[in-house]
């Protein structure tokens, strides 16, 4: 006769799993009432399951749930990854990375009290931009500078502090849309401007500006085509001939964007330099594209304008911190002394792209038969240069099995690789990838690779 056994109903007590060895990194990763929270729902869960209602506490494993899902928690942390995508500057991999010795050096004065609204030369309170404005106009030739949060934030200050009320004239070729959620045209109402649309989406003329200016025109505003480029039968305006006969009370204002300031690498662009020699009041652009610095707005030009932004009540609100403005000022001061140090991604990168075929020679050499060479294009990204591709090579992993889930599998690893799908192939694009975050690349796809070999 078979006993009939009491079903178990008793599972682990939360501060008991709480002390369990495989949850202490978790502890450290997410903090202890974060994992403790993961525990009592976990617990709740099983409690509340058929399975367990039936059965019991018997094979159910409390502590593989909770790191299934601490697992999940800790992949939401800001985590450094290695960009396989060819993609320079990549709005989803936090744009561009700061140079380590630019981040070493503005460590002392963000870990302790510094000037920031301090002239030690007077003892009274002074504005946070320092030196900035000084460097701004040795890089660019530019009266003056204001620095916000972000270049959305310099164009919507631009428009409400300069315009609002008034007419704004911009192109129907540059009605864009740039990310997500950020449209010219709301960000044009959301300030309070009136939107004057003229020419076409190919074709805007230097006449089509001047002919809709009213005595209620505050500002012709010119917008860099960020992340699409319209080619064939096109026709832009000559900026300095609308520069040049815009009347007193109308200002030229270029949302330049990407922060380029030379036309070396990009021959179809304009610099925001050149922009201000031809004419432009303002130009404003992140401090986090091609510049290569932190995330930031910055506005250039006339300060007759730039007193009149830096006063506004929005400004307030739109200021970056004394992080953003000492690496900032770091930062100019290594690209006036043209160290490479001062660069930024986007010209680091470009170099890296000579250097990719004997990367990927010597790779495909080791990772055979899994790894094959493939000619590749580097883009700047982040909307900076949509017309200009740079060649580059790359490999394609040839593994056994879907390439969505060996593309999967690279973004798992301790420290994520992000790679990317072509023609049902897994592409790794080495132009993107950091000096610093070659060893760890090759060390992990080594090793992912190890289970394939026989
Ligand atoms: C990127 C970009 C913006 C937005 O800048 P953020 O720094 O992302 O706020 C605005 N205008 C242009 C032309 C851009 O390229």
Known sequence: MAVKTAINYRLPQVEQLLQHPFLQPYVLALSRPVVTEIIRSQLTLIRQSERFKVQGAEGIDVLAAVVKVCEVQQSKRQMRVLNATGIAVHTN????????????????????????????????????????????NAWLGAEDCVIVNNNAASIYLILHALAAGKEVIVSRGEQIQIGGGFRIPDILALSGCKLVEVGTTNITTSDDYINAITDNTAMVLMVHQSNFSIQGFTESPDIQDVAKRLPEHVQLVVDQGSGLSSEQYASSETSLSRYLQMGADLVCFSGDKILGGPQAGIIAGRQGLTKILAKNPMMR??????????????????????????????????????????????????????????????????GSIPSETYDCYGLALLL?????????????????????????????????????????????????LQRFQK
């Open 93 to 136: 991999l936090g744009r561009s990375p700061i140079v380590t010795e630019i981040w070493d050096s503005v460590r002392e004065v963000n870990t302790g009290y510094s000037n920031l609204e301090l002239e030690l030369a007077t003892g009274k309170r002074g504005g946070r931009n320092g030196l900035l404005p000084t460097l701004v």
């Open 317 to 382: 609100t739109f200021r970056p911190g004394r992080i953003v403005l000492s690496l900032l000022e770091e930062l100019l001061i290594r690209k006036l002394n043209q160290t490479p140090s001062g660069e930024g991604i986007a010209q680091h990168t470009l170099l890296r792209c000579q250097h990719t075929r004997a990367l990927a020679e010597r790779l495909v050499a080791k990772w055979a038969p899994y790894a094959e060479m493939v000619p590749m294009e580097m883009q700047v990204g982040g």
């Open 400 to 448: 056994p099995g879907k390439a969505q889930q060996h593309l999967d599998a690279l973004r798992a690893m301790p420290t994520p690789i992000i790679a990317y799908l072509h023609a049902d192939r897994l592409m790794l694009n080495l132009a993107t990838l950091l000096d610093d975050d070659l060893h760890h690349f090759e060390s992990q796809i080594e090793h992912y």
